[in-house]
């Protein structure tokens, strides 16, 4: 396919997704299932079209003077790609199926064109009412936050340290370009796509067969590291979903610890048990949703909370979902948390650590619950985590937001400080 082909692909794409309101993962697999001449380099470029319009849909809209999709698409091609207006002129010459090309007097524009004189909520690219609970979150400087949010990820990944030590998974996937992640000790990292092209598919690599490594963000991976899970301890998962922090939790205590992995959702928890095989993961126990789990009351070392949540945290994977998102199913997760938290504590022996994550950003989601938590639950107190981060993480520096609440301290990494996607974590103890 030629340029002005992938570019109206891109524009029926973002079209389809609007009028059905589908994913954009859905509205993606059906234009390649009936459009089977594309090669993969044509649907890579065509998906990076799509998802940096849904990451800078608002921003885009105001450089651009309009927010039809053609010229949407036409601007995040020309921010992707660095032309200029005329040499994408020139590209597009004699090309049949391109859409139409905006004027160049308004491409002139959009090139100049930064975020000024527009309203906060547009140069942060989120919707408008999610303006104020972001700069609670996250400060003075939650437009150029939620602008990271809006970035294209890196493809990161987690060594697992049962089957291979760092170097040798960064020898196999040299090639790649894979290299350290700067905080997890067990991370590697391949950049974010510049232009067109896609990430490696790592999963056909050896190492990913052999459980060598896993997909994981660098801030789950950490995440994960802060609960300190410890040889000899009993652990439940209990939001396990399909395995990410039971595996690194696994490995982190050398399949020395007991671990527990619950989920409440089936379907979720499906692909634990390959993972696990694959991973050698060989200490832990999972347990079916129907599963009576009463015996375990009272019994564990860590309990870890993975929360169902927002996901803010993770726009720049999921872009479609910042639009989607609303107060009412923001309400709904806090609630959700609010019973998870609950739930799960019961679970925790005298002296125990409760773990809290969420992969969003937002107060009402994080340190909101964290307070609530311990308004209703007399026998417990809040660790200082960012002492924990200097303990676990000594050479990562301070690469997270801090706040301090009822005595201690919790913590928000973000892409912008941490270079990871958007996590919370809290860890809460219950009194001896
Ligand atoms: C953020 S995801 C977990 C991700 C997983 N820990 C990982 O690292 O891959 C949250 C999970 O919480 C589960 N969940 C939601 N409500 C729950 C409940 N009441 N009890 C247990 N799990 C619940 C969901 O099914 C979902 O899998």
């Given at each position: 396919m030629r340029l002005g082909g992938r570019i109206a692909a891109a524009v029926e794409v973002l079209d389809d997704m609007a009028s059905r309101r589908r994913p954009v993962a859905d509205a993606l697999k059906d234009w390649g299932l009936s459009h089977r001449f594309a090669g993969s380099g044509d649907r890579s470029a065509i998906g990076n079209l799509v998802y940096d319009v849904l990451r800078r849909r608002r921003s885009l809209a105001h450089r651009m003077g309009t927010d039809a999709t053609g010229p949407l698409v036409f601007g995040a091609f020309l921010d992707s790609s660095g032309m200029d207006p005329a040499e994408l002129r020139a590209a597009l010459d004699g090309d049949r199926f391109a859409p139409p090309l905006p004027d160049d007097a308004v491409l002139a524009r959009f090139r100049r064109a930064?975020?000024?004189?527009?309203e906060p909520a547009v140069a942060a690219d989120v919707?408008?009412?999610l303006a104020e609970p972001l700069r609670a979150a996250l400060g003075d400087d939650w437009i150029a936050e939620a602008r990271a949010l809006s970035d294209r990820p890196p493809l990161d990944m987690r060594v697992n340290t049962l089957k291979a030590a760092r170097g040798e998974v960064e020898a196999e996937l040299a090639p790649f370009g894979a290299g350290p992640t700067?905080?997890?000790?067990v991370g590697l990292r391949v950049a974010p796509i510049a232009g067109e092209g896609r990430h490696p598919n790592v999963q056909v690599e050896r190492g990913f067969q052999t459980g060598a490594f896993e997909i994981q963000d660098e801030g789950s991976q950490v995440a994960a590291l802060l609960?300190?899970?410890?040889?000899?301890e009993r652990v439940l998962d209990y939001c396990a979903g399909a395995g990410g922090k039971t595996l690194a939790l696994a490995a982190a205590s050398d399949n020395q610890a007991e671990i527990h992995a619950f989920d409440a959702d089936r379907q979720r928890l499906a692909p634990i048990w390959d993972r696990l095989a694959r991973a050698g993961a060989s200490s832990v126990t999972v347990h079916a949703p129907r599963d009576d789990l009463t015996p375990l009351h009272g019994t564990m070392d860590l309990v870890v909370v993975d929360a169902p949540c927002t996901g803010t945290g993770t726009w720049r994977r999921r872009p479609d979902a910042k639009w989607r998102l609303n107060e009412a199913q923001l309400a709904k997760r806090t609630g959700e948390q609010d019973k998870v938290l609950d739930a799960a504590a019961?679970?925790?022996?005298?002296?125990a650590r409760l773990a809290y994550i969420t992969c969003s950003v937002l107060r009402a989601e994080n340190a909101e619950r964290v307070e609530a938590f311990l308004g209703r639950m007399p026998g417990w107190r809040l660790a200082d985590a960012e002492a924990l981060w200097a303990d676990r993480l000594p050479a990562a520096g301070p690469a997270y937001h801090a706040e301090r609440i009822a005595a201690g301290s919790v913590l928000t990494l973000t892409p912008?400080?941490?270079?990871?996607d958007g996590f919370f974590f809290a860890l809460l103890e219950r009194t001896p």
């Amino acid at each position: 396919m030629r340029l002005g082909g992938r570019i109206a692909a891109a524009v029926e794409v973002l079209d389809d997704m609007a009028s059905r309101r589908r994913p954009v993962a859905d509205a993606l697999k059906d234009w390649g299932l009936s459009h089977r001449f594309a090669g993969s380099g044509d649907r890579s470029a065509i998906g990076n079209l799509v998802y940096d319009v849904l990451r800078r849909r608002r921003s885009l809209a105001h450089r651009m003077g309009t927010d039809a999709t053609g010229p949407l698409v036409f601007g995040a091609f020309l921010d992707s790609s660095g032309m200029d207006p005329a040499e994408l002129r020139a590209a597009l010459d004699g090309d049949r199926f391109a859409p139409p090309l905006p004027d160049d007097a308004v491409l002139a524009r959009f090139r100049r064109a930064g975020a000024e004189g527009s309203e906060p909520a547009v140069a942060a690219d989120v919707p408008d009412w999610l303006a104020e609970p972001l700069r609670a979150a996250l400060g003075d400087d939650w437009i150029a936050e939620a602008r990271a949010l809006s970035d294209r990820p890196p493809l990161d990944m987690r060594v697992n340290t049962l089957k291979a030590a760092r170097g040798e998974v960064e020898a196999e996937l040299a090639p790649f370009g894979a290299g350290p992640t700067p905080l997890s000790p067990v991370g590697l990292r391949v950049a974010p796509i510049a232009g067109e092209g896609r990430h490696p598919n790592v999963q056909v690599e050896r190492g990913f067969q052999t459980g060598a490594f896993e997909i994981q963000d660098e801030g789950s991976q950490v995440a994960a590291l802060l609960c300190g899970a410890r040889a000899g301890e009993r652990v439940l998962d209990y939001c396990a979903g399909a395995g990410g922090k039971t595996l690194a939790l696994a490995a982190a205590s050398d399949n020395q610890a007991e671990i527990h992995a619950f989920d409440a959702d089936r379907q979720r928890l499906a692909p634990i048990w390959d993972r696990l095989a694959r991973a050698g993961a060989s200490s832990v126990t999972v347990h079916a949703p129907r599963d009576d789990l009463t015996p375990l009351h009272g019994t564990m070392d860590l309990v870890v909370v993975d929360a169902p949540c927002t996901g803010t945290g993770t726009w720049r994977r999921r872009p479609d979902a910042k639009w989607r998102l609303n107060e009412a199913q923001l309400a709904k997760r806090t609630g959700e948390q609010d019973k998870v938290l609950d739930a799960a504590a019961r679970f925790a022996k005298p002296g125990a650590r409760l773990a809290y994550i969420t992969c969003s950003v937002l107060r009402a989601e994080n340190a909101e619950r964290v307070e609530a938590f311990l308004g209703r639950m007399p026998g417990w107190r809040l660790a200082d985590a960012e002492a924990l981060w200097a303990d676990r993480l000594p050479a990562a520096g301070p690469a997270y937001h801090a706040e301090r609440i009822a005595a201690g301290s919790v913590l928000t990494l973000t892409p912008l400080r941490s270079g990871t996607d958007g996590f919370f974590f809290a860890l809460l103890e219950r009194t001896p």
